[in-house]
């Protein structure tokens, strides 16, 4: 009997590689290879690739080939292996969003944040399967199928960058992009056993990522250690002229604190994240954790944080008011799919949507355009953006206390395909822990912090203010380092 390859596996990190194709002990085309034969050996039980280019990322690597070979400087990502979550663009490759009705589109620009990883020497294996338009938290909702957690394949990865974070956790590439709406890079990372960065709003150009709640969207990176993570996100971070809301204020070099330790920081545990519907085993690695950090020098500081409990309805108006308008685009006449043989044009559009959307996508526009309409805009949609204002209150009422603040991820490990997926409630509420940082626009970053019993991966939040992430950062590193 031949024995089963594990599905998980650690990728070579970035500093590694750049040492070894610096120093030609290797060469960015072997390293490519070798995640090529990953992809082929893993992929078929995980799902995470939607596309692979083998085309494009041998060009790429041949590229970073020649500079090595003439000994010219290598730019920081030289030969890293990449993957691209589905919702960003490529000029020229397909990008799905995960949905039926971008089959067949390959748009003609390129996203900011992967334009950035490319000018940087990365390797782009392919394009990364994801919840329909991201909303989702358990990657069911790709109109493709769904990704299966490398360390359970009968468990969800997370979602909405469920193939983002599995194909990190299953050693195909180092490094993969996601975005983080309400939850999306933090859930599956902490479900993957993965480090996933949600960047401050405006830290990164959102420019040339199919939008789902504009508000609300963050690109940010996955990466199998914090270093790596911290070094992708000096990368993609900075202003962009295509992205007005992206900022001007100067990108800090990430990695330069990672290793001065938590001695003397003030964190913060606020009660209402430890309460009813947190499952032991994560509240027992998360304590675990803090009580690491305690004993590292940091000071432990019980906080508060009292609107969290309407973070979740005010989460799925503001998200679903947005998603009905940006939405609204996909009429069958610009852009993939289109309903055939429609008699007028008002049949085409109904049909073009009614046959490209899935359910969940359909229930969220319904939702949203209801919470938008005459009569209840009132209601529910301005009583949601004065609800965000008081959740963002109660951050930054916290980070005048403290540097960064200590909670779960997601209240229990990586659930079963199939647990949740006919009550989108209980999924709403899988996303208890990470909807409030998303609606109040700070940064944070979930990172591996213990497992179950039965070997699942949990991870640790730890959220920063506008503009922390440096903190954040040495944060992630001394629970990474004392694990
Ligand atoms: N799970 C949340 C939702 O379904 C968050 C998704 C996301 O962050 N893209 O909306």
Redesign the pocket.
């Known amino acids: 009997m031949t024995p089963t390859k594990s599905l998980t596996a650690t990728p070579p990190s970035i500093a590694s590689l750049r040492q070894a194709i610096a120093g030609r002990a290797t060469t960015a085309t072997a390293v490519t290879e070798a995640a090529l034969a990953r992809i082929a050996e893993a992929d078929p039980a995980i799902h995470a690739f939607l596309s692979v280019d083998a085309t494009l990322a041998r060009a790429q690597a041949a590229h970073v080939d020649q500079l090595a070979a003439a000994g010219a400087p290598l730019p920081p990502l030289a030969g890293v292996p990449f993957g691209i979550k589905d919702v960003l663009t490529l000029e020229g490759a397909p990008a799905t969003a995960g949905s039926k009705i971008l089959e067949g589109y390959h748009p003609p620009y390129t996203c900011t944040a992967v334009k950035k990883l490319a000018d940087a020497g990365a390797v782009f294996l392919g394009k990364l399967n994801c ?1 329909e338009f ?4 358990s990657n069911e909702n790709s109109a493709y199928g769904p990704v299966h957690n490398p360390h359970d394949p009968g468990r969800v990865p997370g ?2 960058s469920g193939g983002s974070a599995a194909a990190v956790a299953s050693g195909m590439v180092t490094a993969t992009l996601g ?7 933090r ?1 599956p990372a902490s479900f993957c056993g993965v480090v996933g960065v949600l960047p401050t709003y405006g830290r990164v150009s959102r420019y040339g990522l199919i939008a ?1 709640a504009s508000s609300l969207d963050r690109i940010g990176p996955f990466a199998a250690n914090v270093r790596d993570a911290a070094t992708v996100l000096g990368v993609i971070a900075g202003h962009d002229p295509m992205d007005a809301t992206s900022s001007p204020l100067p990108v800090p070099d990430y990695t330069a604190d990672l290793d001065k330790g938590v001695r003397g920081m003030k964190l913060g545990v606020p009660s209402e994240y430890f309460a009813d519907g947190l499952d032991a085993e994560v509240r027992a690695a998360i304590e675990s954790g803090i009580e690491k950090l305690r004993a590292a020098g940091a000071e432990i500081v019980p906080i508060s944080l009292p609107h969290t409990r309407y973070a979740i309805p005010t ?2 108006v503001i ?1 679903t008011a947005e998603a009905s308008s940006n939405l609204a685009r996909f009429d069958g006449v610009r852009y993939g799919f289109r309903a055939p043989k429609s008699d007028t044009l008002a049949a085409m559009y109904r049909r073009t949507r009614d046959l490209g959307f899935g359910a969940e996508v359909k229930r969220r526009i319904l939702l949203g355009t209801y919470v938008l309409s005459h009569g209840y805009y009132d209601a529910y949609y301005r009583k949601a953006q004065q609800v965000r204002r008081l959740l963002a209150d109660d951050f930054l009422a916290a980070f005048r206390q403290v540097d960064a603040i200590l909670t779960p991820t997601a209240p229990t490990p990586a659930f079963r395909l199939g647990e949740k997926s006919d009550d989108p409630v209980a ?2 509420l ?2 208890i822990y ?2 409030t940082a ?1 609606l109040a626009g700070i940064c944070g970053i979930s990172v591996p912090c213990g497992q179950s019993r039965s070997g699942l991966p949990i991870g640790m939040q730890i959220l920063g203010p506008h503009f922390g992430e440096a903190a954040v950062f040495r944060v992630a590193q001394a629970v990474e380092t004392q694990r």
């Open positions: 919840d991201a909303m989702g938290s979602g909405s975005t983080d709406t309400g939850g999306s890079i859930q789902f989460y799925y998200a999924m709403y899988a996303d990470t909807v998303s």
